[in-house]
């Protein structure tokens, strides 16, 4: 069965295709990544099974993921190269264009977010000397003199 084709599965004709969330957040996507990635196709004597839940191929969760992911601005091309690569895990920019991050952000980010693509920007600590202790070169780790163990002793 190809990927747009209508399902045959009993489940699948219950309870009807997953629905696409109207306004798509960083969460769906992250979701639709894993979707893809850990229901994909396993080659079985009978015909191609979802390797997650033997489900026949392409399971709901799988197309549903691909519907997501294509929402969101990703090619066919694209999804296939986020199989193979096999994180379910990997990080797809929000919002997304084909030639990169898009300079139009979503409600909520902020103006540091927009200057640092949506990463998280960690800064160094400073680095706190205790009275007594004289600072060392850089990475070599300071220890405080010993005047009582931490702990009492078992004996």
Same mark, same amino acid.
């Given at each position: 069965m190809r990927v747009g084709e209508q399902s045959t599965d009993p489940i699948d004709q219950v309870l009807g295709e997953v629905p696409v969330p109207a306004p798509l957040t960083p969460e769906d996507v992250r979701l639709a990544v894993r979707a893809v990635v850990v229901h994909t196709a396993e080659e079985w004597p009978t015909g191609p099974l979802c390797r997650n839940d033997g489900a026949s191929y392409p399971c709901r969760l799988h197309r549903w993921g691909r519907r997501v992911l294509e929402t969101h601005g990703l090619n066919e091309r694209q999804i296939e190269a986020l199989? #193979?690569?096999g994180n379910p895990f990997v990080h797809v920019p929000f919002p997304f264009t084909a030639t990169g991050p898009s300079s139009a952000r979503p409600a909520g980010y902020s103006a540091q977010a927009a200057r640092t693509? $949506?990463? /998280? *920007?960690?800064? &160094? !600590? !400073? %680095? *706190?000397?205790?009275? $007594?202790? #004289? &600072? /060392? !070169? &850089? $990475? %070599?780790? *300071?220890t405080p003199p010993v005047t009582a163990p931490r702990w009492p002793r078992a004996s």
């Amino acid at each position: 069965m190809r990927v747009g084709e209508q399902s045959t599965d009993p489940i699948d004709q219950v309870l009807g295709e997953v629905p696409v969330p109207a306004p798509l957040t960083p969460e769906d996507v992250r979701l639709a990544v894993r979707a893809v990635v850990v229901h994909t196709a396993e080659e079985w004597p009978t015909g191609p099974l979802c390797r997650n839940d033997g489900a026949s191929y392409p399971c709901r969760l799988h197309r549903w993921g691909r519907r997501v992911l294509e929402t969101h601005g990703l090619n066919e091309r694209q999804i296939e190269a986020l199989i #193979r690569h096999g994180n379910p895990f990997v990080h797809v920019p929000f919002p997304f264009t084909a030639t990169g991050p898009s300079s139009a952000r979503p409600a909520g980010y902020s103006a540091q977010a927009a200057r640092t693509n $949506g990463l /998280t *920007v960690r800064h &160094p !600590a !400073a %680095r *706190v000397v205790p009275p $007594g202790v #004289r &600072p /060392t !070169a &850089p $990475g %070599r780790p *300071v220890t405080p003199p010993v005047t009582a163990p931490r702990w009492p002793r078992a004996s």
